[in-house]
Nanobody, 121 residues
């Protein structure tokens, strides 16, 4: 069973930076569309940034100009670079990706396990 493996969360002071990474546990599954979501305590999960299969990128207004979503096709890995972090960015961050396996023939959506990001003031 393929999984999305996330890494890169942690504790950082306000104004600092973190980079989150996400990659499939099996190299035969390729990422097509992908995105990052977050969920703060007591809140609903919300979109942070997403890239669709056509390459169009969308960001939540709250992170525009501070966060950058990207991918490395050679490594089959996607990233979320988070700069100028604020305490209100504190949340569990989840990777979401459509994974395509040529044998299966169509992409399916998967979620990562989540990684905690804590920004102290």
């Amino acid at each position: 069973q393929v999984q999305l493996v996330e890494s890169g969360g942690g504790v950082v002071q306000a104004g600092g930076s973190l980079r989150l990474s996400c990659t499939p546990s099996m190299s035969t599954f390729k990422i097509t569309a992908f995105g990052w979501y977050r969920q703060a305590p007591g809140e609903q999960r919300e979109l942070v940034a997403r890239v669709n299969s056509g390459g169009t990128t969308n960001y939540a207004d709250s992170v525009k100009g501070r966060f950058t979503i990207s991918r490395d096709n050679a490594k089959n890995t996607v990233y979320l670079q988070m700069d100028s972090l604020k305490p209100e960015d504190t949340a569990v961050y989840y990777c979401n990706a459509d994974l395509l396996n040529q044998i299966i023939g169509r992409p399916y959506a998967y979620w990562g396990q989540g990684t905690q990001v804590t920004v102290s003031s």
